[in-house]
């Protein structure tokens, strides 16, 4: 940033679209990044770069900032980015923010805010067109003209009755297409799909996604239009459940933590790891149990690694399959048992395949065929039970409505640990008389 | 489905949204499906349903159905959605198919149909608007009454020069807001995004989600505007390469495979489980190695459960949250050291805290401190090796241009049940003097 660049620079900073600048901007030092940001003219644009900077990022690149200059941005950012700027913000400078902001716009936020989170009503802007149903084609042309202007995205025109409730949409096409003296009561459609403002935002990006609409309209207790999600915000929220579910299912949290400190990943990956620790306890008591027949039989140990990574990793394979399965749709929980039944058909297939195989090698190493024979026999148990019991829990939370995700990783591991071991050494000291 | 009830149902099934009948389809049996779908009297919602249904319903439903009952559906649907279906069918039946289209159809279809896979060319639709950049709004409007009345989403108005090739955007809005006399290319956009015919999908997706637009036009080789791709089919995108992503990196396949028989999906999981069944295999003749020390420390066994199960699962942790950080862009392959070395803290400090723990149930256990003490380490140093292998492998597949998904999973087990089992006997023998 050599100062006789600044000129050739801020041409081009005006020209390149924020959603790229904010991805230059988390490379670069913070007082680069005001410099950088000064440069820029559009106060939209400062607004997209606001809500696109990360966490850690934006409450730097505040820290020192005038709040008259932050608000200017703030009021030209659509309110529900604002509110989820707000909600980051130390609470003092959030109740300052909201204090010097015009009074429309702060109610505004101040409404989002007062929603719960995920929810429909805190991710949805009031930048929604409702035409009355006894307006003409052309009266509706006409307000779009000089009421609507500023709508961020007007494909939708929604159409109310005289109380404010939604009673069908429309579209700017059809303004165009009908004779201009039609009331919008009579070609507006009346199959419109909404939301509730207390619908979860997962169930409204499920309902765009599956009737291929661009925006939702949200209404509430009274059916009153209140505003609008828009495909933009549902494309983020697939993006965040996605995810979500699959860290998750490692125990990784809920949302990316790559940007949290050392400290903060590290108390968020500590429970899931303890569930497998608590499972490798009790295998170490169960090997314990089975001290004698080790005694007489060391090389029993050494399959204790194949048997357990074994049955693991097609557990893993099954809970991960049915766990999506169900975040998508493609599974029900009313399949349980088909699903289960298949899961257990391919884990029976797999351990006798690699049953087979890791008892001949057993066989060729110690040349004793009860022993290759039990570590097959354990090999195959192992990963049978794993496949089932893998497909089994996700499917059986998903029943009791408790997150599958969340809950089947720990579970899953645990289980299949202790089960594998137990099989083994079980099988063995029968099978060898020990 | 009793015969008095018919016509009451067939009131019903034309109320209902396609992409509702799609899922009481799939529990329905084929006769029955039969019957409902003849009562649907929409044929715009018979095509819809055709491509909400899976590969193996569709096949067996439209087996003994005439070809021109099924091409009069086809022509009703996007040409998108009938070049998916017509790859999905037996050639023969497919080239049938083809022929008996109408001419035009059936070249848009074959069109489409010569894009490779997963590109946006396959993607696109040629629904959309294109107006010439010398027009006035006010004949883009009157073509937009008369030519354009079918396009599915006309929210974006392209303008192209006399070549055809794409010069700028505009929109609806514009047009009814602008002097009627006005020339397109005044007031049109000519900050317009558009992606190559043989853009990978993934790639149009990020675009979409990036800069928050409702569709991006495709154009040749020649810059010439050819088809759009629209934010339903992002969604679909998004959504797939989530799902390809989450069992990409447990070996599942690419695709969710529950609806596939039990014998292809054996075959797709196989792979997988041999990488992990040769660690496995590694594992035990590294323990056959250490056999003297196991043979006078039985006890040394009943802890490989615990020391595996801690590594592998952070290594898990480690290696999804890095695949994920880069399939969605959070992460960068340039930043592989900080992000290395920051997984590699996390690793050591949960082995810290598990080592000591799982230590003091040893050292309560046996009452041997050396015994306690190796336990310790071998759990630090597996899970903090765990940590570093489940981090860097995906960084370094990501800078290889490997898929780090496909590649990370089988890899990282591996590599940590071999490193877990032989620090552990490492270091036990050497502080026990074994």
């Given at each position: 940033l050599r100062r006789n660049a600044i000129p050739h620079l801020s041409k081009i900073m005006n020209k390149t679209h924020a959603a790229d600048l904010s991805r230059i901007f988390q490379s670069l030092s913070l007082s680069h990044q005001h410099k950088l940001f000064d440069l820029i003219k559009d106060i939209e644009k400062k607004g997209i770069l606001f809500s696109e900077m990360d966490e850690d990022t934006f409450l730097y690149f505040i820290a020192d900032m005038k709040i008259e200059d932050i608000v200017a941005i703030l009021e030209y950012m659509p309110s529900d980015d604002v509110a989820d700027i707000i909600e980051r913000l130390p609470e003092d400078k959030a109740d300052l923010i909201l204090k010097t902001m015009k009074k429309k716009e702060s109610e505004e936020v101040e409404d989002l805010l007062r929603?719960?989170?995920?929810?429909a009503g805190r991710i949805m802007v009031p930048d929604f067109i409702a035409l009355r149903e006894d307006h003409t084609a052309q009266q509706a042309i006409e307000s779009l003209q000089k009421?609507?202007?500023?709508?961020?995205?007007?494909f939708y025109l929604y159409v109310v009755d005289e109380y404010g409730k939604l009673t069908g949409v429309s579209s700017l096409r059809q303004l165009v297409v009908v004779s201009p003296d039609t009331p919008l009561k009579e070609f507006m459609s009346t199959a419109v799909f909404s939301v509730r403002t207390d619908t979860d935002q997962e169930e409204v990006a499920k309902l765009v996604a599956r009737y291929d609409i661009l925006a939702v309209p949200v209404v509430d207790h009274m059916n009153k239009l209140v505003g609008i999600v828009t495909v933009d915000d549902v494309i983020d929220i697939i993006r965040e459940e996605a995810t979500e579910d699959i860290l998750k299912m490692v125990g990784a949290?809920?949302?990316?933590?790559?940007?949290?400190?050392v400290f903060k990943s590290t108390k968020i990956r500590f429970p899931w790891l303890f569930a497998s620790c608590l499972g490798g306890i009790i295998a170490f008591f169960i090997i314990g149990h089975f001290e004698k027949s080790l005694s007489k039989v060391?090389?029993?140990?050494?399959f204790i690694p194949v048997i357990m990574g074994m049955g693991g990793n097609i557990g893993t394979q099954s809970s991960t399959i049915v766990v999506r399965g169900l975040s998508t749709g493609l599974?029900?929980?009313?399949?349980i048992w088909s699903v289960v039944f298949k899961e257990l058909s391919i884990g029976m297939l797999l351990g006798l395949i690699y049953g087979s195989l890791i008892g001949i090698v057993a066989q060729l190493q110690y040349n004793l065929p009860a022993f290759a024979v039990s570590v097959s026999i354990a090999v195959i148990t192992s990963m049978s039970v794993a496949a089932l019991v893998g497909s089994m829990v996700p499917m059986i939370f998903g029943r009791l409505n408790i997150d599958p995700a969340v809950a089947s990783g720990p579970f899953v591991t645990t289980f299949i640990d202790i089960i594998a071991v137990f099989c083994y050494f079980q099988i063995a000291t029968l099978l060898l008389e020990l």
């Open positions: 929603y719960g989170d995920d929810t009421e609507y202007v500023d709508v961020e995205m007007p949290g809920q949302e990316f933590v790559e940007t949290k400190s060391t090389y029993l140990a050494a599974l029900h929980v009313r399949d």
